[in-house]
């Protein structure tokens, strides 16, 4: 049974920086496409990047360019949302998911979801 765990949220100050860590266990991590996702209270859940299996290929929204990036290390088994410049409205719980299929979007369906991790940005 394929397993997600996020960890790395917190509470951080505005225009300061957190790395969210997903490790997936159950499964061959190489063969998925892994992505990241965010629901803030009240809101519909929202598409934040995709990478690949590879790691050469990604995606990210709007509002995650040039302040967020995502990577992987197929060796440990994680993928990496490294958020930096954050801001109050990215205030949510992030989700990992991983899927065998690439795919970049929030109507996107992914396999497997991870629980989710709480990132709350003061002003």
């Known amino acids: 049974q394929v397993q997600l765990v996020e960890s790395g949220g917190g509470l951080v100050q505005a225009g300061g920086s957190l790395r969210l860590s997903c490790t997936v266990s159950?499964?061959?991590?190489?063969?998925?496409?892994m992505a990241w996702f965010r629901r803030a209270l009240g809101k519909n859940r929202e598409f934040v990047a995709a990478?690949?299996?590879?790691?050469?290929?990604?995606s990210k929204s709007d509002s995650a360019k040039g302040r967020f990036i995502i990577s992987r290390d197929n060796a440990k088994n994680t993928v990496y949302l490294q958020m930096n410049n954050l801001k109050p409205e990215d205030t949510a719980d992030y989700y990992c998911?991983?899927?065998?299929?690439?795919?970049?979007?929030?109507?996107?369906?992914?396999?497997?979801w991870g629980q989710g991790t709480q990132v709350t940005v003061s002003s």
């Open positions: 998911a991983a899927g065998l299929r690439y795919c970049s979007g929030s109507r996107c369906q992914y396999d497997y």
């Open positions: 159950g499964g061959t991590f190489s063969m998925y496409s």
């Open positions: 990478i690949n299996r590879s790691g050469e290929n990604t």
